[in-house]
């Protein structure tokens, strides 16, 4: 949440900010703000988009090598002018962009308030700002030589909560201090100039060389370099990584909308996610990444899957796999509730966790609490280099590319993905699944990509049905089983991006109460593909008609029974069922797209939302 990006260098850093922080308005967009220094600093920010932002600084002195943008996601204050960062100290000593959250920023505020310092906007930010230059005045007033980093440092060690900053100070123009605690950054190293950013999209179109700053790092960048400290001030070695990242996969590429483009991408990201890991010729399954701990995995008691959102979703159905395939019992919590329910965790338990992003603060924070009680944490990751990766001992990238639509797509098949085979892997190894059994999984995964394919040639029939019920209200998702977790990220796309209220529910629960909700204006998508469940979800789908419900239902190819029944039919390729959620995910996602658009929503930039939820 919040997009940083800083820039320091022989170049003018304007355009390369505004660039930066197109890439990165997919993490927060309501409102953006840009620093740029020379001789002096200037500040120009605005609420609403990027674009504000550049029609405000057209007439504008835009000089500098020396910079810094931000777009903001809103946790303290409402989206507006003021609270919009950069924020300046009161003194205008210093300015700073922050991505995070300040939790005792009410106490340091009472603090700085009885010293004098006043407060033009509601942010936890300005109050960082004012923290910082209070520590920089003082300690100077009687000579000493106290530098801005080290009044950063001061200030920082005073902090509760999660930060990446980005700070300039008027007294140093030619220099920029960049921190971090919970909150990704990442920094670019080209010749002679320097990129900060929150993740590596702004970055890649100069270099490929980075550093990912770790919690608790000090990074000065000026004339002389790069120095990288941690908050006790003892020097750190940079570990210098080359990114693997191609300027076209963060473009739309002829797509009008970043989401459309990724569900498209879904046959490659899979594939992408399988390659060089499922061999079909011999059929073999090797995950390299959990190698060193592949052992424990099969004999775990239990396995803990924790997650939010849509990946929770693929947690779900990672439930359902590694009970069927490993008979290992498993289960699925949020994150947010995990970490703070006080769970029970016993040595040698098994914790996947699940985040496209890797840096969703919830899921961190339980990933630390799982550690700290002894348990295997492993992570299913997007994002190479992202916090949650490099707090798992062992783990398995998807390779869906850099998902830039804040409605998760590709990720959640790739997760999907990604759990089938380690529920495979595992199932082969502690005999949870036959030799027959683990072959034909491997034949059904490996042709997935061409089902999607088909799947997705059928848009211009999804787009007809989505705009016969684009003017609905509310929206029912039914599915059992496997499909159980497909309704529910059905039913979220559908909300997150249309704004229509979608709820999601196993089919069979309906009549304990969502049944009441039904009537003529109430469209039920019905996952009814052939499974051994086929029988009962026609059942629910005569119990929605008898109520006039308009049922859309989501078949089998040349299913004929569930035609006669439902208003639409959505057909979709036959598959094993275990694997029918990476098929039916499909025409839910471009149902929710097309509808979106209909409705002339935001679809990549959805309200109140943002990419990689780093606040908890
Ligand atoms: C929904 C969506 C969110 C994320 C959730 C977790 O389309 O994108 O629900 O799935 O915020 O994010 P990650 O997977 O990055 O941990």
Not at 49 to 68: F, P, R, W, Y
Not at 397 to 413: D, L, M
Not at 567 to 581: C, K, M, Q, T
């Amino acid at each position: 949440m919040c997009g940083i990006v800083g820039y320091i260098g022989h170049r003018q850093a304007y355009d390369i900010l505004i660039k930066g922080l197109k890439r990165l308005e997919y993490r927060g967009y309501d409102s953006a703000g840009i620093a740029l220094s020379d001789s002096d600093y200037r500040v120009y920010k605005c609420k609403g988009k990027v674009s504000d932002l550049e029609a405000q600084t057209k007439d504008q002195n835009i000089n500098g090598k020396i910079g810094m943008g931000h777009t903001r996601w809103a946790t303290h204050g409402e989206p507006n002018d003021s609270n919009a960062h950069p924020h300046k100290s009161m003194n205008g000593k210093f300015v700073i962009i922050h991505n995070g959250i300040i939790e005792n920023y009410g106490k340091l505020k009472q603090g700085l308030e009885k010293e004098g310092y006043t407060f033009y906007s509601e942010t936890d930010t300005e109050v960082l700002a004012n923290l910082i230059e209070f520590y920089y005045i003082n300690n100077r007033k009687n000579g000493n030589s106290f530098t801005p980093e080290d009044a950063v440092r001061a200030a920082l060690n005073m902090v509760e909560g999660a930060y990446g900053l980005v700070i300039l100070c008027e007294d140093n123009p030619g220099q920029m201090i960049a921190a971090r605690k919970g909150s990704p950054l990442v920094i670019g190293i080209g010749k002679d100039e320097y990129f900060i950013a929150s993740d590596a999209t702004p970055i890649v179109e100069y270099t490929n060389s980075v550093i990912y700053l770790n919690d608790d790092d000090i990074a000065v960048i000026d004339d002389k370099g790069l120095s990288l400290k941690n908050l006790k001030n003892i020097p750190q070695k940079p570990a210098i990584h080359k990114i693997d990242l191609e300027l076209s996969e963060i473009e739309k590429n002829g797509f009008e909308h970043y989401m459309l483009k990724e569900i498209y991408e879904q046959p490659r990201a899979i594939r992408d996610t399988y390659r060089g890991r499922l061999n079909f010729e011999s059929k073999f399954l090797r995950l390299g990444g959990l190698h060193n701990v592949f052992k424990q995995l099969t004999e775990a008691n239990r396995i803990i899957i924790i997650a939010c959102g849509t990946s929770w979703h693929a947690g779900i159905v990672g439930e359902y796999l590694f009970e069927e395939f490993t008979r290992i019992p498993t289960e699925v919590e949020y994150a947010s509730e995990f970490r703070y329910r006080n769970p029970v965790i016993n040595k040698g338990d098994l914790v996947i966790a699940i985040s496209q992003s890797g840096e969703t603060a919830d899921t961190l924070a339980a990933i630390q609490l799982a550690k700290k009680a002894g348990a295997i944490v492993i992570g299913v990751c997007n994002v190479v280099g992202s916090s949650i990766p490099r707090e798992t001992s062992a783990g398995v990238f998807t390779h869906a590319g850099p998902e830039i639509g804040v409605a998760s797509t590709k990720a959640f098949t790739a997760q999907v993905t990604v759990l089938t085979m380690m529920a495979m892997a595992i199932g082969q190894a502690n005999k949870g699944l036959t030799n027959q059994e683990f072959t034909d999984l491997i034949d059904e995964l490996y042709v997935i990509p061409d089902k999607i394919e088909k799947i997705l040639e059928k848009s211009e029939k999804i787009k007809e049905i989505a705009l016969k019920i684009a003017d609905s209200t509310n929206s029912l998702y039914l599915g059992r089983g496997y499909l159980f977790p497909v309704a529910l990220e059905g039913a979220l796309k559908l909300k997150e991006i249309s704004y229509i209220h979608a709820e999601g529910y196993p089919a069979a629960e309906m009549k304990h109460g969502p049944i009441a909700l039904i009537d003529e204006k109430m469209p039920v998508i019905v996952l009814a593909t052939k499974d051994h469940s086929y029988d009962k979800i026609v059942s629910n789908i005569q119990e929605v008609k008898a109520r006039k419900g308009v049922i859309i239902a989501i078949v089998t190819e040349g299913d004929t029974t569930i035609k006669e029944m439902a208003d639409y039919v959505i057909e979709v390729p036959h598959s094993d069922f275990a694997l029918a959620p990476l098929l039916t995910v499909i025409p839910l996602q471009l149902l929710s797209y097309f509808i979106a658009v209909e409705r002339g929503c935001n679809v990549d930039q959805p309200r109140n939302l943002a990419k990689s939820v780093t606040v908890e």
